[in-house]
């Protein structure tokens, strides 16, 4: 397994291991937690990244394991009903199943998931999502004529005698993950003029995922230019760029661009230049070379970094140094 998929595997553990946390907290007082839309939803949005990255990273078990909890979370969600210790003891047995299979591919040396060990989970979780499933119909049924099969209606209004439809909304974590995992398979190709450019081009497609959300673009702008960068490996850009998209397209689907942010790395890897080479000795009969430098400080600062070798760079720090501390003097 190379090194930008550990990595990637390594942000996905921490990711569900939080995620794990916000669902157990409203599972011990689910009683409480129901009455709170907000709550339900952000157990519903838990389950629905995890699964996300699972199924970006291909841990299946993990996916299904956990769809299935997002689908009792969104009945819970839509149609909330009364809860009792038998709905409870349920989803707990549900969320077990869940931490049982991150906490295996956490404490695996090899980052991978035993076979066997997803097959026993799987096995032994079956049951309980049947009953759960069937628990919540039968609740459900009792409290409402709504079945729980109906999907969100269309939006649809009147216009002039005939009928305006509006298009579904769109998943905002399917489409981010299945645009990361076209990156993956592009960033494991290597290097080159080609991939780079698909790379861009899936990078600000996810412009439209958000059309309206102000930081959300600038986010996808900033990674786009990162991997536009050719002073930027895969190895170091890779995981930089699917961990940002991966954590912010979750805060977009919660209704949160406030709180999507360009991080510092991120800012740093638009920004990226070539290492400058060593400057060949020049012989004492060679005329000096001249540059020209900028009247702003960090122009000049950039024009001397861009131009001199790091020890020319130490040997001038020590001059300036010693100017100024002459000029004081007198």
Same mark, same amino acid.
């Given at each position: 397994?190379?090194?930008? +998929? ?34 339900? #939803?952000?157990?519903?949005? %838990? ?6 990255? &699972? @199924?970006?990273?291909? $841990?299946?078990?993990?996916?299904? =394991? ?6 009792? $979370? ?16 349920? $989803?707990? +047995? ?24 997803? &097959? ?12 759960? !499933? ?8 009792? #409290? ?11 939006? %649809? ?6 009928? &305006? ?8 974590? %399917? ?12 960033? +494991? ?17 996810? @412009?439209?995922?958000? /059309?309206? @959300? /102000?930081?959300?673009? *600038?986010?996808? !702008? ?13 190895? *170091? ?8 998209? +991966? ?14 942010? =360009? ?10 230049? %070539?290492?400058?080479?060593? /400057?060949?000795?020049?012989? @004492?009969?060679?005329?000096? /070379? ?17 131009? $001199? ?16 501390? #002459?000029?004081?003097?007198?």
């Amino acid at each position: 397994m190379d090194d930008n +998929k550990q990595q990637i595997i390594h942000y996905f553990i921490e990711e569900a291991q939080e995620h794990l946390e916000t669902v157990e907290q409203g599972l011990l007082d689910l009683a409480e937690v129901i009455s709170d839309a907000e709550r339900v #939803n952000e157990m519903f949005r %838990a389950a629905h990244s995890i699964k996300g990255g &699972a @199924a970006m990273l291909g $841990f299946e078990g993990i996916q299904a =394991t956990a769809h299935k909890l997002e689908d009792c $979370f969104k009945i819970l969600r839509d149609h909330p009903v009364p809860i009792d210790q038998k709905l409870e003891t349920l $989803f707990l +047995k549900g969320y077990d199943a869940l931490k049982a299979l991150v906490e295996e591919l956490a404490t695996s040396p090899t980052m991978s998931l035993r076979p066997e060990f997803v &097959a026993e989970i799987l096995s032994g979780s079956a049951a309980n999502f049947v009953a759960l !499933q069937e628990y919540l119909e039968e609740m459900l049924n009792s #409290n409402t004529q709504d079945t729980i099969s109906r999907e969100a209606p269309i939006a %649809a209004a009147a216009i002039g005698g005939g009928t &305006a439809v509006m298009a579904p909304p769109i998943d905002i974590v %399917a489409t981010v993950t299945t645009a990361l995992q076209q990156m993956l398979v592009l960033f +494991k190709q290597g290097d080159s003029p080609t991939s780079r450019q698909q790379l861009v081009g899936i990078a600000q497609s996810l @412009a439209k995922v958000g /059309a309206n @959300a /102000a930081n959300w673009q *600038a986010l996808v !702008q900033a990674t786009a230019q990162a991997i536009a960068n050719p002073h930027n490996t895969y190895n *170091a850009v890779a995981p930089l760029v699917i961990r940002e998209l +991966k954590q912010a397209g979750d805060l977009l689907s919660a209704a949160r661009d406030r709180d999507i942010i =360009t991080s510092t790395p991120l800012q740093q890897a638009i920004s990226t230049v %070539a290492p400058v080479a060593p /400057a060949t000795p020049v012989a @004492a009969s060679t005329p000096a /070379a001249q540059i020209t430098i900028p009247v702003d400080v960090r122009g000049a600062a950039q024009g001397i970094l861009q131009n $001199f070798s790091r020890q020319q760079v130490t040997e001038l720090v020590v001059l300036l140094h010693r100017v100024i501390s #002459n000029s004081k003097q007198n």
